[in-house]
């Protein structure tokens, strides 16, 4: 079935937000957005309505419309919600999966493992890549349980916590260029929190069916992932780029 034309505009819009092509906070005018695109005003207008409704827009003191701002407590609020709802899942998935669930897992870890761990000199290429096959490996160790209500808040929650480490890896990759001991500081980060290591300590828990030694794994991988991105984040207001959103 081919999207309508609202459809798209949605898709592409939210994407950019993801990605940090359109950053935290900017504004979002539906004539600016219409001239560089080639959209329409009233899809355009449905698409920023949707991404209200999501969290990814926000309403502009203008009375118009901004990508959705990023602060600490914002980025420890998402970490942790994430993690209540993935602990259910997790559970629910050692209790119920199967021998194709087991497969799926051990499938994506393949695959993720085969992938550089991400750091700033990553293209943007490399990291969406990164950033997928991390995404599959997460996605097949929760795959079974079967309830659509909780993995539709775990996505939701995870395009949130994607929007966030997008707009601060941009943000440093700018500031690096200027700043070398940044980029060591940060790779350093990345390294600890995003390696393969723990990764296969927790596929391991799973499959073994061990939700004693699982649940802790995936606390301490959540853990280190939000510190991370927090700590980041203050090297981000600490060293604040001189890029300029578009008006």
């Known amino acids: 079935m081919s999207l309508s034309n609202a459809d798209r505009v949605y898709q592409e819009i939210r994407q950019q937000i ?34 209200q409704a999501e969290r990814l827009v926000q309403m502009a003191h203008n009375s118009g419309f901004a990508v959705a701002a990023m602060s600490d407590e ?37 695959q993720f493992q085969r992938i550089e761990t991400p750091n700033l000199r990553t293209d943007d290429a490399e990291f969406t890549n990164w950033e997928t096959r991390h ?18 808040l775990n996505a939701q929650l995870g395009a949130h916590l994607q929007m966030y480490q997008r707009n601060i890896m941009s943000g440093l990759r700018q500031i690096a260029e200027t700043a070398p001991e940044i980029a060591d500081k940060v790779n350093g980060l990345l390294t600890e929190a995003t390696g393969v290591a723990d990764h296969e300590t927790l596929m391991t828990s799973v499959l073994d069916r061990d ?6 794994a995936l606390a301490q991988h959540s853990q280190k992932s939000m510190e991370c991105y927090t700590e980041m ?15």
């Open 18 to 51: 993801l990605r940090g092509t359109l950053p935290a906070g900017m504004p979002l005018r539906a004539a600016t957005l219409a001239r560089e695109n080639g959209w329409g005003l009233t899809p355009i207008r449905e698409a920023l309505t949707r991404l």
């Open 74 to 110: 914002g980025l420890t609020d998402l970490s942790q919600s994430r993690l209540l709802i993935e602990s259910e899942l997790l559970t629910k998935s050692i209790e119920t999966g199967g021998e194709e669930w087991e497969g799926r897992i051990v499938a994506a870890f393949y």
């Open 135 to 152: 995404a599959a490996f997460h996605a097949a160790l929760l795959s079974g349980c079967a309830s659509d209500w909780l993995h539709h």
């Open 211 to 216: 939700t004693t030694a699982a649940l802790p």
């Open 233 to 247: 984040q203050k090297l981000l207001v600490q060293h604040p780029s001189k890029k300029k959103a578009r008006a």
